[in-house]
């Protein structure tokens, strides 16, 4: 209704318009460059408005024929998208294929269509590594660097580039520019942790698993007995190089962190290399009532240095006094009392060790004794020679079931 009544104001303004026009036409001069047109104020004002109309006609062609240029460019650029796309995934469907070859070429043809984004370039670096070809991989990796969102891709590839040329330090590096992200980057705090292991850098391999990043990558259960581990290889160090406290300090943290035997062994040693021995009697002696070990046992003998065997003999006595009944207890009185001649208490601990009842480890160190024993008190070589075979016999079986050493990957496990 309302657009009615403004068309009809409108044709009731131009007919008035026109009407005032013809009845009052009045006259117009144009001059220019020497023409001159006289008319009418009513033809001028008829031409105004055809020029405006053809003008307003001129500027709608252009616009219509910019915007179907337009069009069609963008419709080429969807075009040449489309086929980067496809060729990108082509490319990376390659790279799991393992066809280097292919790969380096849609990479390239991707390129060319697609330009050198992000993904063209993970493109390349995948195809590069693929490849083996170290300066491409360098210079896609170098170009990922720039960007915090693909930044963590190229250093794991210039650092997993680097291990494969033997260049530890620097693919250390890479690892530690990754760390400073922030990010829970678990093969850049493996690798670290790797790296200062095989270096003896303990202090260096505990900053790493105590870090901000290794308390992501490590459950709490994995971190403790991680830092134990390391915190025995740094005592043994510490102590190596005369700084007794300080490997007395390592041992005992080690033990508050499940270290166990070998923990309280150097502790026990560190205190003694201070004289204060008798503090670390204590420790060995609860743990030996936990689970005797060999290894206690020598720890609780050197606690006081330059002690005759037959004290020694009787000091074992107050040691597994605990446990008395367990194989560990009785090798060990037994040893001590071979040491201060006492035959008849050795041969009593030593009764039943060498039976199938107990294990090859066991039965071997038995057997060893057992020919010390035959050959101190009786000087019967038949006897030792038929003792140290069965302590042969027991070794070689005991042997075959110890595993392998640890390595530095066997510590992270």
Avoid: C
């Amino acid at each position: 209704m309302i657009r009615i009544v403004l068309y009809v104001v409108m044709v009731a303004a131009l007919v008035a318009g026109a009407v005032w026009l013809a009845n009052d036409p009045g006259g117009a001069t144009l001059t220019w460059r020497g023409w001159r047109i006289d008319t009418s104020v009513a033809v001028l004002v008829v031409a105004v408005v055809v020029f405006m109309a053809m003008l307003g006609a001129a500027m709608k062609l252009f616009a219509w024929i910019r915007g179907s240029l337009r069009a069609y460019a963008a419709q080429q650029r969807e075009k040449r998208m489309r086929k980067g796309l496809v060729m990108l995934g082509d490319g990376f469907a390659a790279v799991h294929a393992g066809h280097a070859a292919s790969a380096r070429r849609l990479a390239r043809d991707a390129g060319s269509l697609l330009g050198d984004t992000p993904a063209v370039t993970v493109l390349r670096k995948q195809a590069a590594a693929l490849d083996g070809d170290a300066v491409e991989l360098k210079a896609a990796a170098e170009t990922l660097l720039e960007r915090p969102e693909t930044e963590m891709a190229a250093l794991r590839s210039l650092a997993t580039r680097a291990q494969s040329d033997g260049d530890a330090i620097g693919a250390a590096g890479f690892a530690r520019r990754a760390l400073t992200r922030g990010d829970s980057a678990a093969w850049a705090v493996h690798l670290l942790l790797d790296h200062e292991i095989a270096a003896g850098r303990w202090a260096d391999a505990l900053q790493v698993v105590e870090g901000a990043a290794g308390r992501q990558v490590f459950t709490a259960t994995d971190q403790e007995r991680l830092r134990a581990r390391l915190r025995i290889q740094l005592a043994q160090v510490q102590l190596a190089d005369g700084q007794t406290i300080a490997a007395a300090r390592s041992a005992q943290r080690a033990m508050e962190e499940g270290g166990g035997v070998l923990a309280v062994a150097l502790y026990a040693k560190a205190m003694t290399a201070q004289g204060k021995g008798k503090k670390a009697a204590g420790e060995i002696e609860r743990l030996w009532a936990k689970g005797p070990d060999p290894v206690l046992a020598a720890a609780y003998r050197a606690l006081i240095p330059g002690e005759t065997a037959l004290d020694w003999a009787r000091r074992a006595e107050t040691l597994v006094q605990s446990n008395p009944d367990d194989p560990e207890s009785r090798l060990a009185l037994a040893e001590a009392s071979l040491g201060a001649e006492l035959w008849g208490r050795a041969r009593n601990r030593l009764s039943g060790l060498t039976s199938e009842l107990h294990t090859p480890s066991v039965r071997a160190r038995a057997a060893r004794l057992m020919a010390e024993l035959e050959n101190g008190e009786r000087g019967d070589a038949e006897a030792v020679a038929r003792w140290l075979r069965e302590a042969l016999k027991a070794g070689a079986v005991a042997a075959a079931t110890v595993p392998p050493p640890s390595s530095a990957a066997a510590l992270l496990a």
